[in-house]
């Protein structure tokens, strides 16, 4: 299992970071379309879709953002967009994770089918624009996503115990969470210090924060780190609602897309909210 995580992820970053550090736009936002096309696959797939359906749901989804794209889409500001989507993901998050999951079986599946397809493609959108906003502030929502997860697995092996959602994902623990919050506010100290020493450029997310000073750019992190860790529970809650422990096997070792980017899909709309606000 060890040796196929390691060539997996050697083989996502042999692509991954070619079309991150390219100069022009075209390379990333095509190779994350691909993502998408699969994460619009595999949710339709743990959303009871048959195997047709689900593989239509995905190209469909991909080709839609595709001519939305062509179409100038991407270059337009969409500032109120990334505020409802931000609101969305907070009432979802609230609804979902306090009714539990087999209150989300008895959805009805269109709803919960383009729900999700629709706050997939908003995570792209946000994701594009992300990297056009510049690579700094790209990187930094990511690091952000990376180290609250890092953070909270190795705060909550080693102090865990009282369990976050024990009935979604009972791995989780309140001293995890914490400690990936404090992870999050040192990775953040630490780059606003190299930024302050001349070693990074100030196009980061901290940067842009921290320059509306502490009373928002305290709480504005510590949402953005607590809604990590809600897109991840919804996740599980989705996978546990539909009996099955991956979002598929796309990715040897790892998983299915979603089950990489599930804290992400949350983080970027509302990156880009706090940014364009």
């Not at 995580?5 to 691909?34: K, Q």
């Not at 629709?118 to 790209?138: D, E, K, M, N």
């Not at 190795?154 to 989780?172: D, M, V």
């Not at 607590?226 to 040897?252: F, H, N, T, W, Y």
């Amino acid at each position: 299992m060890l040796k196929q995580r390691i060539i997996t992820a050697l083989l996502l970053l042999a692509v991954f970071l070619p079309v991150l550090f390219y100069p022009s736009i075209e390379p990333f936002g095509a190779f994350t379309l691909v993502l998408i096309a699969a994460a619009g696959w595999e949710w339709a797939r743990i959303n009871g879709c048959g195997p047709t359906r689900s593989v239509a749901a995905g190209l469909a989804l991909a080709v839609a953002l595709l001519v939305f794209w062509l179409l100038g889409g991407v270059e337009r500001s969409w500032r109120e967009l990334w505020a409802a989507v931000a609101v969305v993901w907070v009432v979802l998050a609230a609804i979902m994770l306090r009714r539990g999951v087999e209150a989300y079986g008895r959805w009805p599946q269109l709803l919960r089918l383009w729900l999700g397809l629709l706050l997939i493609a908003c995570a792209w959108l946000a994701l594009v624009q992300a990297r056009i906003l510049g690579l700094g502030f790209l990187l930094s929502v990511l690091l952000l996503v990376w180290m609250a997860d890092i953070a909270a697995y190795f705060g909550g092996k080693r102090f865990g115990r009282r369990k976050l959602a024990p009935a979604i994902s009972p791995g989780k623990s309140w001293e995890g969470a914490v400690s990936g919050l404090i992870g999050v506010f040192v990775l953040a100290g630490v780059w606003l210090w190299l930024t302050r020493a001349g070693w990074t450029s100030p196009d980061h997310l901290y940067a842009y924060l921290w320059h509306l000073g502490p009373w928002v750019a305290v709480p504005a992190l510590a949402g953005l780190c607590a809604m990590s860790v809600c897109g991840d529970l919804i996740e599980s809650l989705v996978k546990r609602a539909a009996g099955v422990k991956d979002s598929s096997q796309l990715l040897p070792g790892h998983g299915g897309v979603l089950d990489r980017v599930d804290a992400l899909l949350p983080v970027l709309p509302l990156a880009m909210m706090l940014v364009t606000f």
